[in-house]
């Protein structure tokens, strides 16, 4: 069987380096109280995107959250967040990015410990037998050869009748 070299201990494109106030912004336009602000996500696309804003949406507090992707060519997402009762976005913003963060653990678990398993199918690559390719290849030099035989018959009977 085909093993898979060093299955799930890729790295991860994770730049550990990089700080928070490197990756999000807030945008101008924010609520003196923070109760309203969009925030610039750098680096991150669809898949941070709506993960984020589902988990907002599921805060009571937060009244609306939605996400856009300003220019297909720029690596950058808005996050635009707005609460009920003047309440900051931070704590809500906090909360959802530590839950995705326990989703993201649990989902990694999960699946290094069915890769660990190993039940996943395999694909096994097929051995052609060397004799059975060269036999396969004279029937088809003869099929050939027949064709153009029974072709050269067709065009002399045709040169006959005539």
């Known amino acids: 069987?085909?093993?898979?070299?060093?299955?799930?201990?890729?790295?991860?494109?994770?730049?550990?380096?990089?700080?928070i106030g490197e990756k999000i912004t807030i945008l101008p336009g924010y609520a003196p109280d923070l109760s309203a602000a969009t925030f610039c996500l750098k680096e991150e696309d669809h898949t941070l995107g709506n993960s984020l804003r589902w988990m907002l949406m599921k805060d009571p507090e937060v009244e609306f959250c939605g996400y856009s992707i300003?220019?297909?060519?720029?690596?950058?997402?808005?996050?635009?967040?707005?609460?009920?009762?003047?309440?900051?976005?931070?704590?809500?913003?906090?909360?959802?990015?530590?839950?995705?963060?326990?989703?993201f653990t649990t989902i990694g678990e999960q699946y290094q410990t069915a890769l660990d398993a190993g039940g996943y199918e395999r694909y096994e690559e097929k051995v052609i037998d060397k004799a059975w390719l060269e036999k396969f290849k004279q029937e088809g030099i003869k099929k050939k050869a027949e064709e153009e035989r029974v072709k050269q018959e067709e065009i002399a009977a045709e040169i006959k009748s005539k």
């Open 1 to 19: 069987m085909a093993e898979v070299p060093d299955a799930g201990t890729a790295p991860m494109d994770v730049d550990p380096a990089a700080s």
């Open 70 to 103: 300003p220019h297909p060519s720029e690596a950058k997402t808005h996050l635009r967040i707005q609460m009920y009762d003047s309440v900051s976005v931070l704590p809500a913003l906090r909360r959802a990015l530590n839950c995705l963060s326990e989703v």
